[in-house]
């Protein structure tokens, strides 16, 4: 069964930096796609970045293109997301998700990001 564990979270000022990791196991397949999702209170959930096992192939929110940056390391079944120039707006749970046909069909549980203006 496919697992995700997310973590990195934190407390962090507004312009600052953190690097949430996910670390992915179980996969039967080849072809997946790796997510991450984010919520902050009220609001409904974003999908924020996410990249192809395949080949690497990535995509961003408008909200958070040229700040955010999504990879992975297949030798340790990670993928992480950089996250600079921080902002206020960015507080939210960050979750990360697993797509396989079309689905995003596996979550793990959220880690907290928190920035400070």
């Known amino acids: 069964e496919v697992q995700l564990q997310a973590s990195g979270g934190g407390l962090v000022q507004a312009g600052g930096s953190l690097r949430l990791s996910c670390a992915a196991s179980?996969?039967?397949?080849?072809?997946?796609?790796i997510g991450w999702f984010r919520q902050a209170p009220g609001k409904g959930r974003e999908g924020v970045s996410c990249?192809?096992?395949?080949?690497?192939?990535?995509y961003y929110a408008d909200s958070v293109k040229g700040r955010f940056t999504i990879s992975n390391n297949n030798a340790k079944n990670t993928v992480y997301l950089q996250m600079n120039s921080l902002k206020a707006d960015d507080t939210a749970v960050y979750s990360c998700?697993?797509?396989?046909?079309?689905?995003?069909?596996?979550w793990g549980h959220g880690t907290q990001v928190t920035v400070s203006s």
């Open positions: 998700a697993a797509r396989i046909s079309n689905i995003w069909a596996y």
């Open positions: 179980g996969f039967t397949v080849d072809d997946y796609f």
């Open positions: 990249i192809s096992s395949s080949d690497g192939t990535t």
